[in-house]
Nanobody, 114 residues
Framework: QVQLVESGGGLVQPGGSLRISCTAS????????MGWYRQAPGKERELVAV??????NLAESVRGRFTISRDGGKNTVFLQMNSLKPEDTAVYYC?????????WGQGTQVTVSS
């Protein structure tokens, strides 16, 4: 079993920055990959960023603005979000696969609005 707890969401103005975190109940190095997804109202959940080993991959819509990283000592993966836009508004979810099972956090709301 894996528990994932996200934190750090909130309300931010367009152009602002926010960092959200996901703390896992196991070492982040237990997982082949860790990812951030988001789901906006009325839309399907989409992959935002993934980190695997020393490699990262970001969706085209956030490339150059978002960064994914992890801190092994804290069992935490981060999503640093800069130059936020209203269309980034969504619930952001942390995801890992472990022992062929998908695990999700409870989600954290990010709202970009003036």
């Amino acid at each position: 079993q894996v528990q994932l707890v996200e934190s750090g969401g909130g309300l931010v103005q367009p152009g602002g920055s926010l960092r959200i975190s996901c703390t896992a109940s196991r070492s982040v190095f237990s997982f082949n990959a860790m990812g951030w997804y988001r789901q906006a109202p009325g839309k399907e959940r989409e992959l935002v960023a993934v980190i695997s080993g020393g490699n990262t991959n970001l969706a085209e819509s956030v490339r150059g603005r978002f960064t994914i990283s992890r801190d092994g000592g804290k069992n935490t993966v981060f999503l640093q979000m800069n130059s936020l836009k209203p269309e980034d508004t969504a619930v952001y979810y942390c995801n890992v696969q472990w022992m062929l099972t998908d695990y999700w956090g409870q989600g954290t709301q990010v709202t970009v609005s003036s």
